[in-house]
């Protein structure tokens, strides 16, 4: 009785198995080969995003140096 159980067992693997193979086959020939994105990639231009954040960060960096600044007067004013 095991030994027929072991027998399906074996033989239902082995079609698991092909079956797997040939699933598989196509997609690791499609692995192979990037997809060519470059068309999408080349109509991205970033240079007037880039512009805005470093502008934002510029000014976020002065007023943070004009606070520093202020704080320091103030502190030699107090004396403290």
Excluded: Q
């Excluded at 079956?19 to 080969?33: D, K």
């Excluded at 990037?34 to 991205?44: E, I, N, Y």
């Amino acid at each position: 009785m095991f030994k027929n159980v072991i027998a399906k067992s074996k033989s239902t693997a082995l079609a698991v198995l092909v079956g797997l193979g040939a699933a598989m086959a196509p997609a690791a020939n499609a692995a192979g080969t990037a997809p060519d994105l470059s068309s999408l990639t080349s109509a991205v231009d970033f240079s007037t995003t880039i512009t805005a954040l470093l502008a934002i960060s510029g000014l976020l960096a002065g007023v943070y140096i004009a606070i520093k600044g202020a704080k320091t007067v103030l502190r030699m004013i107090k004396g403290g």
